[in-house]
């Protein structure tokens, strides 16, 4: 148990469905993230939250659209995804400083049909 | 920009037997080193993390790795594997000017057989 939790942990969605990851954590944690992590593919960040405000986009489809209401939540919401959108979505939360460490989620297994 | 390289994607060995994972950045400027390890169906958990001071950091599971700035290594290391170290691992870096990204590599995995 890492302190921070999402859900749901598994999600299969068709292509036309709209759906929403939620990650929260309660460690006083500052920074949050949004990775994806694909079969035989390195850790891509999306998104970076630091203190509720998106500091990082990291060229991200519009189809996947982040939310950060408070310092403790962060939401992915989902919408016409495609089959390669299907992988591990991990969070991480961190105290916002480049010296301490991030910790993860145990993700969410997306799967897009 | 800061890069990571993992040249290894799978390294087998026999239980009991010493292990080396390779890992090698690239970066301008000053970075904070990382290892996090990923057992199946989970997130990442830290191993260990170099910050300053000695070069050899110390972390769970008998876990060690030593920072080489001439090199630009970050090599982890244990002397003696066990099978529940069957695992992916993942050397990272952040910039060491406040920047909270984390840069991974693309992980290699460790398959220790009996």
């Known amino acids: 148990e890492t302190g921070v939790t999402q859900t749901p942990r598994h999600l299969v969605m068709g292509m036309t469905n709209k759906k929403s990851l939620k990650c929260e954590q309660h460690?006083?944690?500052?920074?949050m993230y949004w990775y994806k992590q694909s079969a035989k593919k390195p850790l891509e960040l999306m998104f970076v939250?630091?203190?509720?405000?998106?500091?990082e986009n990291n060229s991200v489809p519009s189809r996947f659209s982040p939310e950060c209401p408070n310092s403790s939540h962060l939401f992915l919401h989902l919408h016409t995804l495609q089959p390669e959108d299907s992988a591990l979505y991990l969070c991480?939360?961190?105290?916002?400083?480049?010296?301490?460490?991030?910790?993860f989620g145990q993700g969410t297994r997306l799967t897009v049909v | 920009a800061q890069s990571v390289t993992q040249l290894d994607s799978q390294v087998p060995v026999f239980e009991e037997a010493p292990v080396e994972l390779r890992c090698n950045y690239s970066?301008?400027?000053?970075?904070?080193l990382f290892w996090y390890v990923q057992y199946p169906n989970q997130g990442l958990q830290l191993l260990l993390k170099y910050l300053s001071g000695s070069t050899l950091v110390k972390g769970i599971n008998g876990f060690e790795a030593e920072f080489n700035k001439s090199q630009t290594s970050f090599h982890l290391r244990k002397p003696s594997v066990h099978i529940s170290d069957t695992a992916e691992y993942f050397c990272a870096v952040s910039r060491m000017d406040s920047s909270y990204k984390l840069i991974f590599g693309s992980g290699t995995r460790l398959l220790v057989r009996p």
């Open positions: 970066s301008s400027v000053s970075v904070y």
């Open positions: 991480a939360s961190s105290r916002g400083q480049g010296n301490t460490e991030a910790f």
């Open positions: 939250y630091n203190f509720k405000e998106q500091t």
């Open positions: 460690l006083g944690h500052n920074a």
